[in-house]
């Protein structure tokens, strides 16, 4: 699943990240968050599976720019996901690295 920032997120950055130069969406989008999840038949199945489970991504986005967790959003919902993130499920990924896969937060 990709996870693309919007801009109510970065200003949400912005207002966290006083004295520093202020962050714009472009920088943001040109490094998207990349999630490995559950095997699915089709987009509903992913967009399913987001629903469930936005909190937990919601969280690692959050996390990579700011760990004080007094400063997030304190009702993380499904819609205010939706305002501050676009996501795209990609139903076939293909792994050609000879390496295993390990797992680096969460």
Do not use: H
């Not at 920088?27 to 038949?41: A, G, H, M, Q, R």
């Not at 399913?48 to 700011?66: G, Q, T, V």
């Not at 919902?77 to 076939?92: A, R, V």
């Amino acid at each position: 699943m990709l996870i693309l920032p919007k801009q109510p997120f970065v200003d949400w950055i912005n207002k966290l990240e006083t004295g520093a130069p202020p962050l714009r969406l472009a920088e943001l989008t040109k490094d998207p968050s990349l999630y490995l999840i559950p095997e699915f038949d089709d987009e509903a199945g992913g967009r399913a599976y987001l629903r469930e489970s936005f909190d937990a991504l919601f969280k690692e986005e959050l996390a990579a720019w700011w760990t004080d967790e007094s400063g997030w959003p304190r009702k993380r919902t499904f819609p205010l996901f939706k305002k501050w993130f676009d996501y795209q499920c990609f139903p076939l990924i293909q792994d050609l690295a000879s390496g295993r896969v390990s797992r680096t937060s969460g």
